[in-house]
């Protein structure tokens, strides 16, 4: 907003504050302030559906001005997807801060299969068959991360051994791997 346009001096600047991106992304960032002057306001980041989620997931509170701003604009332009955010929203509350009362989730599948969208009754549907498994998720204090762990690392040492020997030699692999 300085009217700096290089590219590297200002990839360097911003990654001492903790950007993680490279100096192409900046420079496709500047190409627009290059012939022309610079705006009075930092215009919208470019939407995509994962930015999209994460605004709507995320704490309203920990919006930026400008996220919370896309959002806006976003629902403005499409009032089924205000709807969407609003429910999406109240399960995220739900699962963020594991409250485990049984009418809170009851409740919030209900108003999605009664007046959502047609789109979002498949998942409610599947919510409202999974009932238990997701009040026992947001109950218990178990997680079943290692073993998903472990799923993973035998499914990397298997595709690296395609092909290339016998079940013996993957068995041992797999055990004597950490």
């Not at 609003?86 to 989730?105: G, M, N, Q």
């Not at 178990?142 to 690392?153: F, K, L, Q």
């Not at 020997?165 to 993957?170: G, K, Q």
């Amino acid at each position: 907003m300085e009217g700096c346009t290089n590219a590297s001096a200002l990839t360097r600047e911003i990654q001492r504050l903790g950007y993680r991106g490279d100096v192409n992304t900046v420079r496709r960032h500047l190409k627009p302030y290059r012939n022309s002057a610079i705006p009075a306001t930092a215009p919208l980041p470019h939407l995509t559906v994962r930015r999209g989620t994460d605004w709507t997931v995320r704490r309203p509170e920990h919006l930026t001005d400008v996220e919370r701003k896309g959002l806006d604009e976003l629902c403005e332009r499409n009032p089924a997807l205000a709807t969407t955010v609003e429910y999406a929203r109240r399960l995220a509350l739900i699962v963020r801060d594991r409250r485990s009362e049984h009418l809170a989730l009851d409740v919030r599948i209900a108003d999605v299969r009664l007046d959502g969208q047609r789109e979002l009754r498949a998942p409610a549907n599947g919510m409202r068959r999974d009932r238990a498994a997701i009040q026992a998720a947001l109950t218990t204090p178990c997680t079943a991360g290692a073993v998903e762990g472990n799923v993973t690392r035998i499914k990397l040492l298997k595709r690296q051994m395609y092909g290339r020997a016998n079940f013996d030699l993957l068995r041992r692999r797999i055990l004597l791997s950490p």
